[in-house]
Structures are given as structure tokens and as C-alpha cells.
């Protein structure tokens, strides 16, 4: 195929029925960028033979070396549907690569955000991998449709050598596992959408949900079976339209009965239900997988080279002499299969007629997009809803121009169109040609000068005049540096045209058209003036450079990076909402140090940290309290990327990482009933007696007086706090007068709901006859930062702000409880609290499941005025932080650590090997179920975060690089052992030694968090100090 010319994929820009924004999504290595290969090829960008092996969007070098993609990339094709169908027309496919590896993940939220469709794929031999389940669930919450190419047939073929009918069994069940995910998420949506303060309606909600749109079906045409790397696919649709002919049926009849469980009854010429009750071949089977097989067999198993020219007659090939020359049974297949069921035909034409035009945007998703989900829709000026029209008829003549920008992709100057050499025209050539001649003919005079000079000045001032050029060139270099990347914005145009030199507005999150001052430019607080520059049009590593770009397309818009740091919205008008953000799918967890190894290069550091910062969607650049510069990323290939970008590109010094920095949490639990030689412990009626539990604390005056108790949470509790607490900490954003949208009210209503089910068994001695109810509307607040899992209760006679409503209109209890002195100093014992909440006396790292009961607070003011701004304030803020503290080192405390999920597919032979390396790392095997069909085993295993580091390295070691594990974090787990435990009774003694001599896992953990963080560390220098008296003496 010729290369496309970018203008006609310019004009085709404008026409916005014939567009179409997909991405590429699967779990790590199930031939995303493959794929991408195939179609690329068809665009003769790449040749044919190369597809597969080239991974032309992998552009990076650190890309093509550990062969995972890393980031996202973009590039436009062009598609011309066959000429069968009505019109053949002409599409422009902008196609995004994404990476697999969960490490990448945010980027590709930023890919989904920017497209109307999404290419799952499957490899049909590993099934549906826990990236997968990630993907679905994203396109699903981003309201994308999605199409399933399930790949890799050919390792169905060669490797495991199923039968064509145990290949069609094998295919349904990862079918089946894909759909089941799809049902369970859709399932959870609807549940969660339904008011559940209704009880008993869980049933209807989803019986009323029309679901049938949602499922992947052969049938309907939105799934493929394809080999990435031999360069074939296909529909059911494909072999309909080749077999409706010869078995006379109607195609559209036939597309229906091709897959599924219907048999083809030859006398009678039409197809059967009943395939498997009756043993007969399913069609699938009979008339599609075994003519794969056969060729498969004849070409690649048997290396019938001689049957090659038979085979391409039959099918109606033209197969050229250099591939019957082919050796390679490999490239045999690729150019025979490949010109049979070409795989951009079956892939592109699935993208056309199931991923809707950019114009096609549903209302629900337009809303979503534009409105935040806490706002709600009434309480917006009607400018703002009126610019949902444009948006969702995409409509390129609109003046209001709005694009969304979801990350800054570096690119080295050299790669810009401006500075590439450009073709020359075959006069250009022919000067250039005689330019040459001239300058070789100066040049020869010249010589023949200068070594007459040569001899009368000496060899001396020759080698001075060296010098001195040299350093004059020196500083060149460092100048050049600086500006040796520039950002691209990734952006799609939503509506209107944007246009390069353009003025836009650039809308931060915080921007909010309801305020009237934000509307008005010259007051606009958090919107800024931006002009646009060039803009691009990617073509993978490359770029066209672009006058214009119509709505409904992607684009590279330059000359923002120093406005933009990772996403933005674009608008011609103040009226518009910044976007929601980019749903995230995983926390950054793994936090390193870095520093130079060269102290002077600080100021590079630094520089090149804010680079990276811009350049890598989800790394977190921060500076320490200690100073220590700080980057926190998703996993260890992740920083290995981060650094491999700073010493290489951004600022090309040695860095030093330091090991990674791993957040604790701590927490409080009931008192143990046995010890730790399983040994039940009696207990005496003091320790029963709660009286010693409660921390009591005086402000420094002797005036107030606090009573605080702290018990565990319910962890049903503390998991649907840790769940919402992205929602508690918006809610805390929000300017208390302000009314809530109908969506968070309701939202606010049901986890009120849920956290009374879960405090039903709230264990506080007697202290208080409340029922759950009540203390969840005595709840003061939660920490820390207003979001966190601990709570702050409140069981004396002050009447606290209501936690849950606010928000309303008018909070009447705080016209009720004027009167009370203790109002004036609310925010300082609930400040108190959060300091206390944010850094616990363990190693000072943030508390999780603490509830803190308030027992009593009073103050006596004896008639003196106490001033709420006045130095009072400050006491009682401290002796809330002090008694929330010692009620927490009243209990028994613990430290908890994150834990990752980790899923490793590996073979019988590695598995021991695998379970030893898991082992010695504390690590907890869930479940190691054998994957059907592959003779694999798929382990998952629970493994602290801090035992985590080099686990990749040491498993591919240990088994010969057969496993590769998945790390995603997974939820923070208490360790269950006291971090000051010494062995008391005789049995521990026995057991453990005098000094416990098998090191208290706890402590290890919570001295590394202090040591690091300059806290004073309980441990002995000297642990044999006899043997090294000693050994002095005798000297
Ligand atoms: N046998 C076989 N191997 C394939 C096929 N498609 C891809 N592969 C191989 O699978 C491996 C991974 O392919 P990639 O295309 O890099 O996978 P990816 O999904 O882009 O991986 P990440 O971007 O890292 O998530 C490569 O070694 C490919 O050669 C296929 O159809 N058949
Ligand atoms: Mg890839």
C-alpha cells in the first residue's frame, strides 16, 4: 500500500463522520503495540513483513530494549472501507497505543480520556489478566465502546496444540471470562447508582437495566480472533460473506448461526441449534478454525512449501515470487493468511461500525465530562449548559472553542517538522550540486594559501589559535540543553476550531463559573490568558505540522509547556467548566530519594525534576521535610523509567536513588487474648478496668479539661472510609454555605447509611448507652485532613457542628449552641486531633481506624474572658493533640503496612522456586489455580510493599525468567505483632530467648521508618559489650 499523504488526512479531519478516536487497552504483553504494527503497515508507513517485529510506536529506546510499552503514543490513519460496501468511504483512524504494564497505568487514563472507542485485547492463551479487568473497568466508567480482539489464535495452533474444537471450547470460556467481568462491573454501577437507603430494590435495579448492548458477541461483530504477529484476523462476519454462496444462505442469517452452538445439516442446507447435545461440529469449527488449522499444518508444521502455489489459487491469492521464495514458515504464513484475512480490513472496519464519530458523543458522557459530579446542574449560569450543545454536536464552526489537554508528551527538538530537513525538488538538488563543486574548487585554493602562511607564522601561534577557538565553543553545549526537549500538549479539540496564535483561556480545576467574579476577565482568579502555538498532527515518533484542527480530533498543541504542567482545559470562554480529572486506576505508592552524585549538580537536579514532572503523566515530584528531593511512582519499573529519563534526557547527570521510602499507617487493636506462644492470658480485674484507658489532659492554665478514650473502629468501618475518602476530601474543599449537587447529597446519605451498619459493633465499655445512629451524628470529624479513617466522636454534653449536613442551607446548631463558651475553641480540639491523626508515636506516620471518643470537655471560664483568637486557643489545641495521644498509647498499637496484590503466570517446574522466593518475603499465597488449556499456573499473592524491592529481579532469577510478576497495590494490612513486645511469661522466654532473638518484624519496620526520619531509635550500639572489654584488656 502506498504511503497516505497527511493532506488527505488533513481533509479528512474536517469531515467528523468519517473520524474515529480509538485506543489500544489489554493487560502487559497481549500484543497491543502488535497490533498497532498491523495497522500501521496498512498505511505503508512500516513494510508488511516488519509488522510485529518493528513496534513502531515503541519509540523509545528503553522501550525496544525490555520490549513493554511505556507511554502512550498517538498516530493518524487512514482507512478506506472495502469497496463492497455502500460509497467505500474514506476514514481517519487517530489511533493511541497504550501500555500494559500496571507500573504505566496512568497513562492510560490519559489515552482514554481523549477517545470515543477502545480495542480490548485479549491473548486467548493467558485470559483475562488483572490489567484487563483495570481496562474495562475504565473504558466503562469513561463511557467508551469497546471492541474485543482476542489474540494470539496461532499459540493455540503451535504451542499448545489444541484441536480446532477444543480451540473453539477454549475461546468461549475466555469469551465468557471477559463478558463475566463487564456483567460484574455493570452490576456494581447499577447498585451503587440506586439509593440504598431504599432497601429491598437491589433485585429490580438491575432486572429494569437494559443490558444486552454491553456484552461482547461474534455475532454482533465487535469481536475479532486474530494472530497480531502472523498478520491475520478476522470476524464472523468475514467468513459469512465467503460462505453464504456456497452453503446458499442469506449472509446476514448466516452471521448469526457462525459462532455459537449450531451445526451445519448438509442435506437439509441450513444450520442447526444443538451442536453440542447432538456431537456434532459447531460451524465455527467446520467451516472457519479448520481451514486456519490446515494451513497452519500445511505451511508452518509440515513445511509443505510445494502445496504454497495450490493453496493461494484456491483461496484466490496472488502470491509474488519473492514470497514463494520464503523460508521462513513464519513470513510463509504471514504473506499468505495475511493477504486472506488481512487484519486492518477486519480491525478497522470493526472500529467504523461500532465506535461512534466524534459528533456521536452521548449526552451523559458530555455531562460527564463537562460538569463536575459535585456541582449541581440548576445552581450553573445557563451560558454554562448551553455550551453542552456545541460540545456534543462537536461542531467545528463553533465560536466557543474548548479542548482538553491530558498530558504533556516531551519531544526532542530534532523530531520537530520545523527541524527536519525537508525533500528537496530536483532543482534544489542540482544547485545544491554545483554549490558543492564551487566550495571543493575554493577549498583547494585555500589549502594551497594557507600552508604558504603555515610556514611564515610558526607552529606556535597555530596551536594558541586552537585554543582559543576551543574555548570559545565551550559554553555552547550547556545553552543548548536546556531547550533540547519542548512539551507537546496532548490534547482533542471538543469544540470549534482551534487554530494556531490563538488566544485561549487556560481553565485551572479550581476555576467555577457559578462564581460571578471568575466570569469576568479582568477578576478571573484562576484562569489565565494562553496563546496557542504550532500544532501537530502524531504520527507515532513523528509529527505534521498543522494550520488548524477542526473538533472531534487529536492533536499536539505546542508553546504551553510553561503554562501547563499535566492536564489543562482550553476554552475560548469563561463560561466553560475546567474537565473532571482523570480517573486514576492506581495510587503511586513506591516513594525514592534522589540526589546527584555531584553535589554542584543540584541546580540540574532540580531542573530536570520539574521537567519530569511535566513529562510523566503520574510520577510525584516533591521536596521532603528533610530536604531530600522526593519522587513517588507507581512501582519499581516505573522508577527505574523516571531515572533512566533523568540521567539521560532531562538532567543528564548521575543521580543516586536511595531505597525506597514506604509509608506506615498506624493503628490501635483490642486487647490480645493470647500470647505469642499461642497461650491464653488470664486477666486480672485491673486490666479489665477501662478507668486506665482514658487519657486525661489539662490546659496549660488548669481551665479546660479533656477526656479522651481511643478504641479500633470497626474494619468494615474503617474500609468504606478508606474507600470514600476522595469524596470526604472534596466535600472538605468545599466553602461550607455552598448546596450540594443532588448526586452527593444522596452519596453523603448513603455511606451515613452504611457507616451506621458498620459501627454497630463499636466496642466502648460501657461508656455510652448511644446507639449506632447517634454516634454517627455525634461524629465531630475525621482525620487526618478532614478525609482520613479516624474518627473524632463526640460523647460529652457539647453540641458539635453537624458533620453531615454542613452543608445545608442553615446549620441551626450553630445558632443553638452560641451561647456555650467552649464554640469559640471547636476548630482548636478538633486541629488537635488532626495533628494527632497525621502523625502517630510509633514513627510518626499517619493513624488509620482510630476512634477517638471525646468523654468530656469543660471549660471554666469563671467569668474571665477566654478570646477564641488568644493564647487559650493554642492550649487547648495542644492538649487535644497530647490527650489524643496518650489514649492512643493506652492500647495495644500496631503498625500497618501496604500491602501489593501480585500476580505471577508460571509454569509447574518454577512454581516451587516461586513460592520460596514469596515466602522469604513474608508474602501470602491467595490463590495458584491452574489456567485451563495453558498448563500454566496463575498465582496471586499478597506481599508487604516494604519487602517488595528487587522481588521482580529475584523472581526472574531464581526462575530462569520464566515468572514476571504484576505488583498493584492492594489495601494497607495491620501486622499483627506488638512493635515493643519482649518475651514476658516462661513459655516466651522458652521460646523466644531473653532478647527475642528472631527479630521482631514490627520494630525492624517502625526503627527504619525513625532512623529515617531522624527519631530517636531504642536500640543498643554496643549488643556485646563483655566480649569487647575483653579483648582491650588483653591488647
Ligand atoms: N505468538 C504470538 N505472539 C504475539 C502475538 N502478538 C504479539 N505477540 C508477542 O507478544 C509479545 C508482546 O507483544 P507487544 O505487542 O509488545 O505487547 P503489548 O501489549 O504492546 O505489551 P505492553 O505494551 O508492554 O503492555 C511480543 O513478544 C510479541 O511478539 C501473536 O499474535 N502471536
Ligand atoms: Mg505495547
Redesign the pocket.
Given at each position: 500500500m502506498p504511503v497516505v499523504e497527511g493532506s488527505d488526512l488533513v481533509l479528512l479531519q474536517r469531515r467528523r463522520q468519517q473520524v474515529r478516536n480509538i485506543c489500544i487497552l489489554?493487560h502487559?504483553?497481549?500484543?497491543?503495540?502488535?497490533l498497532a504494527d498491523s495497522l500501521v503497515a496498512s498505511n505503508g508507513i512500516i513494510s508488511q513483513r516488519m509488522a510485529?517485529k518493528l513496534?513502531y510506536l515503541d519509540n523509545r529506546a528503553d522501550e525496544q530494549e525490555r520490549?513493554?510499552?511505556m507511554k502512550s503514543s498517538s498516530i493518524s490513519l487512514y482507512y478506506q472501507e472495502p469497496e463492497e460496501s455502500a460509497g467505500n468511504p474514506d476514514y481517519l483512524i487517530n489511533l493511541i497505543d497504550s501500555?500494559?504494564?500496571v507500573d504505566f497505568s496512568s497513562e492510560v487514563s490519559t489515552a482514554v480520556r481523549l477517545c470515543d472507542g477502545a480495542i480490548v485485547?485479549v491473548d486467548v492463551v493467558e485470559g483475562v489478566g488483572p490489567q484487563t479487568r483495570a481496562c474495562l473497568k475504565q473504558v466503562y466508567e469513561e463511557q467508551l465502546k469497546p471492541v474485543l480482539v482476542l489474540?494470539?489464535l496461532?499459540?493455540l495452533i503451535l504451542e499448545k496444540q489444541m484441536d480446532p474444537l477444543d480451540a473453539y471450547f477454549h475461546l468461549t470460556q475466555v469469551l465468557e471470562q471477559v463478558n463475566a467481568v463487564l456483567g460484574s462491573i455493570f452490576a456494581s454501577d447499577i447498585l451503587a447508582k440506586e439509593d440504598i437507603t431504599k432497601k429491598d430494590n437491589y433485585e429490580s435495579a438491575l432486572e429494569e437495566v437494559d443490558d444486552s448492548e454491553l456484552y461482547f458477541t461474534p455475532t454482533s461483530g465487535n469481536v475479532i480472533f486474530c494472530?497480531?504477529?502472523?498478520g491475520w484476523a478476522f470476524s464472523v462476519r468475514d467468513f459469512a460473506a465467503m460462505y453464504a454462496k456456497r452453503l446458499e444462505m442469506n449472509r446476514k442469517d448466516l452471521e448469526q448461526v457462525l459462532w455459537g452452538d449450531f451445526y451445519y445439516n448438509s442435506k437439509k442446507k441450513e444450520a442447526l441449534p444443538g451442536a453440542q447435545e447432538k456431537a456434532k461440529k459447531p460451524m465455527f469449527v467446520q467451516f472457519v478454525l479448520e481451514n486456519i488449522w490446515s494451513l497452519y499444518d500445511i505451511i508452518a508444521i509440515r513445511k509443505d512449501k510445494d502445496k504454497l502455489p495450490g493453496i493461494a489459487e484456491k483461496l484466490g491469492l496472488k502470491l509474488a515470487a519473492r514470497d514463494l521464495r520464503l523460508t521462513d514458515p513464519k513470513l510463509q504464513i504471514k504473506a499468505v493468511l495475511g493477504q486472506w484475512l488481512p487484519i486492518d480490513r477486519s480491525v478497522l472496519h470493526m472500529v467504523v461500525e461500532h465506535v461512534p464519530p466524534p459528533h456521536k458523543i452521548s449526552e451523559e458522557r458530555a455531562q460527564r465530562l463537562l460538569y463536575p459530579a459535585n456541582v449541581d446542574l440548576s445552581s450553573l449560569p445557563p451560558e454554562t449548559l448551553k455550551l453542552k450543545e456545541s460540545f456534543t454536536s462537536c461542531d467545528a464552526s463553533s465560536s466557543n472553542v474548548i479542548a482538553f489537554v491530558s498530558k504533556m508528551t516531551p519531544v526532542h527538538i530534532s523530531h520537530l517538522p520545523q527541524n527536519r530537513p525537508k525533500r528537496l525538488t530536483d532543482e534544489e538538488v542540482q544547485q545544491r550540486r554545483d554549490e558543492v563543486r564551487r566550495r571543493i574548487e575554493e577549498r583547494k585554493l585555500q589549502t594551497e594559501q594557507t600552508e604558504l602562511e603555515k610556514i611564515s607564522q610558526g607552529v606556535e601561534q597555530l596551536s594558541t589559535q586552537v585554543e582559543v577557538s576551543k574555548t570559545e565553543e565551550e559554553p555552547k553545549p550547556e545553552e543548548g540543553e536546556s531547550n533540547e526537549f519542548v512539551f507537546i500538549a496532548f490534547a482533542r479539540v471538543f469544540s470549534g476550531t482551534l487554530k494556531r496564535g490563538m488566544e485561549l483561556f487556560n481553565l485551572s480545576p479550581k476555576h467555577d463559573p457559578r462564581q460571578p467574579t471568575h466570569r469576568k476577565e479582568e477578576e478571573a482568579p484562576y484562569a489565565s490568558r494562553v496563546t496557542i502555538g504550532d500544532l501537530y498532527m502524531f504520527m507515532g515518533g513523528e509529527l505534521q505540522l498543522l494550520d488548524e484542527v477542526p473538533a472531534g480530533n487529536i492533536v499536539g498543541i505546542g508553546g504551553l509547556e510553561s503554562h501547563i504542567v499535566k492536564t489543562a482545559t482550553l476554552s475560548s470562554s469563561l463560561d466553560c467548566t475546567s474537565f473532571s480529572e482523570l480517573s486514576i486506576m492506581a495510587t503511586p505508592i513506591l516513594r525514592v530519594a534522589i540526589e546527584p552524585v555531584q553535589p554542584q549538580d543540584m541546580p540540574k537536579l532540580v531542573k530536570g525534576l520539574k521537567l519530569l514532572n511535566q513529562a510523566d503523566a503520574c510520577v510525584q515530584v516533591s521536596v521532603a521535610p528533610t530536604g531530600e528531593h522526593v519522587i513517588t511512582t507507581l512501582g519499581e519499573v516505573h522508577v527505574e523509567k523516571c531515572v533512566h529519563d533523568l540521567e539521560q534526557s532531562y538532567a543528564k547527570i548521575k543521580v543516586n536513588v536511595s531505597k525506597p521510602i514506604v509509608s506506615f499507617r498506624e493503628t490501635i487493636v483490642p486487647a490480645a487474648t493470647v500470647d505469642m506462644v499461642n497461650e491464653a492470658i488470664v486477666k486480672t480485674a485491673e486490666d479489665k478496668d477501662v478507668s486506665k484507658k482514658i487519657a486525661v489532659q489539662q490546659t496549660l492554665n488548669k481551665l479546660g479539661t479533656l477526656k479522651v478514650l481511643a478504641v479500633p473502629l470497626p474494619a468494615e468501618a474503617v474500609e468504606l472510609l478508606e474507600k470514600h475518602s476522595e469524596f470526604f476530601k472534596e466535600l472538605a474543599a468545599i466553602p461550607r454555605n455552598q448546596v450540594l449537587s443532588e448526586k452527593w447529597t444522596t452519596l453523603l446519605a448513603s455511606i451515613k447509611v452504611k457507616l451506621i451498619a458498620a459501627l454497630q459493633d463499636l466496642q466502648l465499655f460501657g461508656l455510652s448507652n448511644l446507639t449506632a445512629e447517634e454516634l454517627v451524628n455525634r461524629i465531630w470529624a475525621l482525620g487526618p485532613r478532614n478525609c482520613g479513617t479516624n474518627i473524632l466522636l463526640n460523647l460529652t454534653d457539647y453540641e458539635q457542628p453537624d458533620f453531615w449536613s454542613s452543608h445545608a442551607k442553615s446549620s441551626d446548631t450553630d445558632i443553638r449552641s452560641k451561647t456555650d463558651p467552649r464554640k469559640d475553641f471547636n476548630s482548636s480540639l478538633v486541629n488537635g486531633f488532626q495533628l494527632t491523626s497525621v502523625a502517630g508515636p510509633l514513627c510518626e506516620e499517619p493513624m488509620q481506624g482510630v476512634c477517638f471518643a471525646v468523654l468530656e470537655w469543660s471549660i471554666q471560664s469563671d467569668g474571665e474572658d477566654l478570646n477564641a483568637r488568644g493564647p487559650f486557643s493554642g492550649q487547648v489545641l495542644t492538649a487535644a493533640k497530647e490527650v489524643c495521644r496518650q489514649a492512643f498509647q493506652n492500647q495495644p498499637q500496631r503498625l500497618v503496612t501496604p500491602m501489593y496484590s501480585c500476580n505471577i503466570v508460571v509454569n509447574a517446574e518454577m512454581l516451587g522456586k516461586m513460592y520460596a522466593v514469596i515466602g522469604r518475603r513474608h508474602g501470602k499465597i491467595l490463590s495458584g489455580d491452574l489456567t485451563q488449556g495453558s498448563g500454566n499456573f496463575a498465582v496471586t499473592c499478597l506481599l508487604p510493599v516494604i519487602e517488595s524491592f528487587n522481588f521482580a529481579q529475584e523472581m526472574r532469577k531464581q526462575t530462569s525468567g520464566l515468572a514476571c510478576p504484576q505488583l498493584m497495590f492492594s489495601h494497607w494490612e495491620v501486622i499483627d505483632i506488638d512493635p515493643f513486645w519482649l518475651p514476658t511469661t516462661e513459655e516466651e522466654l522458652m521460646h523466644f530467648g531473653e532478647k527475642a532473638d528472631s527479630a521482631n518484624r514490627a520494630k525492624v519496620y517502625m526503627d527504619s521508618v525513625r532512623r529515617r526520619k531522624g527519631l530517636f531509635v531504642d536500640e543498643q550500639v554496643v549488643e556485646h559489650a563483655e566480649k569487647q572489654r575483653t579483648l582491650s584488656k588483653n591488647k
Open positions: 489489554a502487559v504483553d497481549h500484543g497491543k503495540t502488535t510485529g513496534r520490549g513493554i510499552t501500555p500494559g504494564h485485547v489474540n494470539k496461532d499459540r494472530s497480531a504477529y502472523d
